[in-house]
C-alpha cells in the first residue's frame, strides 16, 4: 500500500458518490449520456461511533483485553496535562497544545486546509521551512504518548477533548459548535450530549481523588483510593487554563 493511503470511510465515500451523480447529471445535460449510472448506487450508511472517556475501568479492561471499548476515545484533563507535560521540549509541544485546547484538525494545524492554513502552516513547519504531513504528525502523537503509557486516541480525537476542557470550562454546546467549526449544532449535540456528562464524572472523581480522606462509610460506593505521587499535576491548570488559549475559532 502507497504511503499515507487509506480506506475511504463511509462519509468520503458519500462525498464521492455526490460529486460523481452531479458531474453526470452535467454530462447528461450536455446530451453526453443518456442516464445517470451513480443514481441507483447506495453506499453504506454512515454510523457514527459514540466517543467514550477513558476512565480507570475501562483502562484496565483495555490493559486485559487489548481492546478499545470505541473507535472514538476520549482522554480525561489529566491523561491531557500528562501528554502535554510529556511533550513540553519537543518540536511539536506548541501544534499538539494548539489542537487540544481548540480542536482543530489535523490538516489544519499542519497548515494544509481549513480557514487559515497560511497561518498554521508558517507557524509548525520542519527545520527547513517545509509543511508537516499529518501522517507524520499522528506517528508521532502516537510514539509520544506511547512512551508514557496513555491509553490509546487518534490525533483526531483530541477535537473531543477539546470539547471536553471546554464544556469543563463552562461552555455551552454553541460554543464548542462554533469552536471546532461545526456547520450544524445537530452534529455537536449527537456528539457530545452522551460524551460531556461522562467527562463531567471522570473530572469529578479526579478531584475527589485529591482531597485527603481515610475514613468513609461502610456503604460507600465510591472508592477513596488515593492516586500515586505526581500523577494528578496537570489537571487542575488545565481546567482552568482552556478559556486563556486565545479566542480564534479554527
Avoid at 9 to 31: F, M
Avoid at 97 to 114: Q, V, Y
Avoid at 179 to 185: F, N, Q, V, Y
Wanted: aromatic residues 6%.
Amino acid at each position: 500500500m502507497e504511503p499515507y493511503r487509506r480506506i475511504a470511510g463511509p462519509a468520503t465515500r458519500q462525498r464521492v458518490r455526490s460529486t460523481l451523480r452531479a458531474a453526470l447529471n452535467a454530462a447528461i445535460a450536455q446530451q453526453l449520456i443518456t442516464f445517470n449510472p451513480a443514481t441507483h448506487v447506495e453506499p453504506e450508511a454512515r454510523r457514527r461511533p459514540k466517543a467514550l472517556v477513558w476512565t480507570e475501568g475501562r483502562i484496565l479492561d483495555w490493559k486485559r483485553t487489548g481492546e478499545k471499548p470505541s473507535p472514538v476515545m476520549v482522554w480525561t484533563p489529566e491523561h491531557t496535562g500528562l501528554f502535554l507535560d510529556h511533550v513540553a521540549e519537543g518540536r511539536l509541544y506548541a501544534l499538539f497544545r494548539l489542537i487540544a485546547f481548540r480542536g482543530l484538525r489535523r490538516g489544519e494545524a499542519c497548515g494544509r486546509s481549513g480557514p487559515t492554513p497560511t497561518l498554521t502552516g508558517r507557524v509548525f513547519t520542519k527545520g527547513n521551512g517545509e509543511l508537516f504531513h499529518p501522517a507524520d504528525v499522528t506517528r508521532r502523537f502516537v510514539e509520544l504518548y506511547e512512551e508514557i503509557g496513555l491509553p490509546p486516541v487518534r490525533l483526531h480525537d483530541l477535537r473531543h477533548g477539546a470539547a471536553t476542557l471546554a464544556h469543563a470550562a463552562g461552555a455551552d454546546l454553541k460554543d464548542i459548535q462554533e469552536m471546532l467549526g461545526r456547520s450544524s449544532i445537530t452534529i455537536t449535540a449527537d456528539t457530545y450530549t452522551s460524551l460531556l456528562p461522562e467527562a463531567d464524572l471522570a473530572i469529578a472523581e479526579a478531584a475527589a481523588r485529591l482531597v485527603p480522606h481515610t475514613r468513609m462509610p461502610r456503604d460507600a460506593a465510591v472508592s477513596a483510593a488515593a492516586p500515586a505521587a505526581g500523577e494528578t499535576s496537570a489537571h487542575a491548570p488545565l481546567t482552568q487554563t482552556a478559556p486563556d488559549e486565545g479566542s480564534e475559532a479554527e
